[in-house]
Nanobody, 121 residues
Framework: QVQLVESGGGLVQPGGSLRLSCKIA????????MGWYRQAPGKAREMVAL???????NYGDSVAGRFTISRDNAKNTVSLQMDTLTPADTAVYYC???????????????WGQGTQVTVSS
């Protein structure tokens, strides 16, 4: 099983910034998409930002222009810089990975355990 280790969540005031990081802690054969999803209480999980192996990025409508995803392929890490945070950004943020763990296996999705981000005064 591929393990993802997240860090960087916490409490921040509205208008503030946070940076989330995620590292692939298990050796994998091939990494495709990495990114972040979030889930607020009572709501469905939604895509926040994704980064493809080719360098393309995709952002959810509610975070575009405020959040920036970055990826270090050599270190197998993905980060999310979150600026101008609002209470609506409060959620558990999950690191997402689509990868092939072994070369003969099909690619599949993996999820981190989640890190809480709370935006409140």
């Amino acid at each position: 099983q591929v393990q993802l280790v997240e860090s960087g969540g916490g409490l921040v005031q509205p208008g503030g910034s946070l940076r989330l990081s995620c590292k692939i802690a298990t050796e994998v054969a091939e990494v495709f998409t990495m990114g972040w999803y979030r889930q607020a209480p009572g709501k469905a999980r939604e895509m926040v930002a994704l980064s493809s192996s080719g360098g393309a990025t995709n952002y959810g409508d509610s975070v575009a222009g405020r959040f920036t995803i970055s990826r270090d392929n050599a270190k197998n890490t993905v980060s999310l810089q979150m600026d101008t945070l609002t209470p609506a950004d409060t959620a558990v943020y999950y690191c997402y990975l689509n990868a092939r763990q072994y070369i003969l296996l099909a690619a599949r999705d993996y999820w981190g355990q989640g890190t809480q981000v709370t935006v409140s005064s």
